[in-house]
């Protein structure tokens, strides 16, 4: 387990970006930046807040999904659609590097802040702008939620039983894709920038990432004009692969995909002689012959407890995972070894354990500097840096527009 402290020198050092997003993509593609040690600055409506603040399981009235999703920021109000607030997000573009939003395509330029605006005060800056349909096309004004996505792109028409309806996850997955797609897109952007010496405008559409995500779904249609079917935890790609039940009521997966990995796990659970079989040799032959491939591995998994077929396999070099809950994670040696979760120290709940950045990095780790700050937290001090007088941030307080 690691322990976040005040970092040195982060990969992204000296980078600000203004995160004007919420729920969730954008917000997260923050998260990201700033656990790389660029400086974050998270802007919320005076008196309507990110929901994120409110989204989720809570302790003691304490919003537990904020604490993650806006560590490393820093806290301002701004009323982007008053005169004041404009002045007070002009003043930030105009010294930041990267801008994250996800208002419906249209709102800035409404309020005067479009990309014309913001590039007149800043040639270089990155403006990132997250939608659920892009800022373009006949669907632009929808409202862009990570469900509609995972509809969309084809996600749910391919997960789930085959006798059973298409299948949502049980979290933001569209809304995750999109934010690493997000960052990796701004990073981008920054690194033309280190040649051209101008910014410019990223287009997210949260329904692309997914939909790339996928393979080759739209391939196979255009070639074959065929689709993915549901095949619940099965692959139409290659077999044995399932999740299977242990005889001390846990759960494992199995996965199959190369060749050499098929032919351990059946010798493992003592059916050798299936190798030797003509639709063994090629995974999507196996698929075929699922039932009888299942009946093999889950017979053999049912009569032993979860450590012991983990160790059976690890001896047979064959593939399989416990299946795991949050208690499972926080305890896995694996996950000690590699430091994935961090131990911070919260003002609200103290101690607290969190996810920690997405990799590691010989010359900077990622830190997890603080967990989500209240509300408005930093804004006077925001605004000192950027030059407001203390009368001025008073008149812009009385006025409502931070």
């Known amino acids: 387990m690691t322990v976040s402290r005040e970092p040195g020198a982060g990969a992204l050092a000296g980078l600000r970006v203004v995160d004007a997003s919420t729920l969730f993509a954008g917000p997260m593609a923050a998260m990201h930046l700033g656990d790389m ?20 399981a809570a302790k003691d009235g304490v919003n537990l999904w904020w604490k993650t999703l806006g560590r490393n920021k820093r806290a301002v109000t701004a009323n982007l659609g008053s005169a004041g607030g404009r002045e007070v997000f002009l003043a930030l573009a105009e010294r930041s590097d990267v801008v994250i939003e996800n208002f419906r395509p249209g709102t800035l330029e409404r309020w005067g802040l479009g990309y014309e605006e913001l590039s007149a005060r800043n040639p270089g800056l990155v403006l990132a702008r997250v939608s659920g349909f892009g800022q373009v096309g006949p669907y632009r004004t929808r409202p862009g939620f990570g469900t ?6 084809g996600f749910a028409a391919m997960t789930g039983e085959p006798d059973g309806p298409p299948t949502l996850p049980p979290f933001g997955l569209a809304d995750g894709v999109a934010s690493l797609a997000t960052a990796f ?9 280190e040649r051209t010496g101008r910014g410019q405008v990223v287009d997210t559409a949260i329904v692309e990432p997914i939909l790339a995500m996928l393979g080759p779904q739209i391939t196979r249609w255009d070639q074959l004009r065929t689709t993915q079917p549901r095949t619940g935890n099965r692959s139409t790609n290659n ?39 003509p639709w063994f040799a090629r995974g999507v032959d196996r698929a075929q012959h699922a039932d009888e491939l299942d ?8 009569q032993r407890t ?9 001896e047979a070099q064959a593939a399989v995972a416990p299946i795991y809950d949050a208690h499972d994670i926080v305890r896995d040696p694996q996950f000690r070894a590699l430091g994935t979760i961090h ?7 103290g101690p607290m354990l969190m996810q920690g950045p997405l990799f590691r990095l010989s010359g ?22 950027l030059g407001f007088a203390p009368e001025r941030v008073a008149a812009l307080r009385a006025e409502g527009a931070v």
């Open 37 to 56: 040690g660029a400086e974050v600055i998270k802007v919320e409506h005076p008196t309507k807040p990110d929901p994120s603040r409110t989204h989720g």
């Open 148 to 153: 509609l996505a995972e509809a969309m792109s």
């Open 185 to 193: 897109a701004v990073m981008v952007a920054l690194s033309s920038r």
């Open 239 to 277: 077999a044995p692969r399932n999740t299977y039940r242990t005889s001390d009521g846990h759960w494992v997966a199995v996965s199959t995909s190369a060749q050499s990995i098929a032919e351990r796990v059946v010798r493992l659970v003592g059916r050798p002689e299936l190798v030797d079989e």
């Open 295 to 302: 009946d093999a591995v889950g017979g053999w998994i049912a």
């Open 306 to 314: 979860r450590d012991e077929v983990v160790a059976a396999f690890e």
């Open 343 to 349: 131990e911070i120290d919260d003002p609200d709940l």
């Open 364 to 385: 900077h780790d990622g830190v997890i500097r603080h967990t989500g700050r209240a509300h408005g937290a930093d804004t006077d001090a925001v605004l000192d840096e």
